[in-house]
């Protein structure tokens, strides 16, 4: 539980990159249903991928599902808004099964 504050406290202290810069991966998030999003989108020529990973605190270890989809954006901040949205989308539809399969790190 200690490295899910950690990760939440950098996020604030600009962890995250620093503000008013593209970068080639930029990485922002949210708290949805005791699970951690990251969007992630990845540069692609003039465009960005949506794409992203969940993770969630279960005792000491963290599991991790990524998401990767086809859908490209003419802005990051597009890309980003997306990803988080998409990633909120994966843990309401798919609940505690998400990670229920106990493999630490898999695509969702």
């Known amino acids: 539980m200690a490295s899910f504050f950690s990760k939440l406290g950098s996020l604030f202290s600009g962890g995250a990159g620093e503000a008013g810069q593209e970068n080639e991966q930029a990485v922002k998030s949210l708290v949805h249903e005791d699970c951690i999003i990251f969007a992630e989108p990845t540069k692609e020529g003039s465009q960005y991928r949506l794409q ?57």
Do not use: H, M, P
């Not at 901040?77 to 798919?94: F, P, R, V, Y």
């Open 52 to 108: 992203g990973r969940i993770e969630k605190e279960v005792g000491d270890e963290t599991f991790t599902r990524t998401f990767i989809r086809a859908d490209l954006f003419a802005s990051q901040d597009e890309a980003i808004e997306w990803s988080l949205k998409k990633g909120k989308q994966i843990i309401d539809q798919n609940g505690k099964s998400l990670f229920s399969d106990g493999q630490k790190s898999r695509t969702a």
